[in-house]
């Protein structure tokens, strides 16, 4: 995939959880990104931030993990990258 580092995995697991503000504010979460080859990664997102996370998560979109510079870079969102079809699909 251009522009990411040899570590750059599919994401095939993303999990949120949300610690509330003990003062009645937004709280943050904590996502929890497993790739393919089972990894797992803690990343802190704010309450935006999830929102975004939320809508392309359920919109037909491949996501990917780059550990090495923590990006989580989002595919298809419109349009289909080529690296991301399999073939015989």
Known sequence: MPGASSQTRQVKILNANWIPDAVGGDGRFEVQLITED?????????????????????????????????????????????WTVTEGT
Do not use: H
């Open 38 to 82: 089972d990894q797992r990664f803690a990343v802190p997102a704010s309450p935006a931030s999830m929102t975004a996370l939320v809508a392309l998560a359920q919109a037909n979109t491949v996501m990917m993990w780059d550990p090495e510079d923590g990006t989580l870079i989002i595919a298809n969102i419109r349009g289909t990258m080529p």
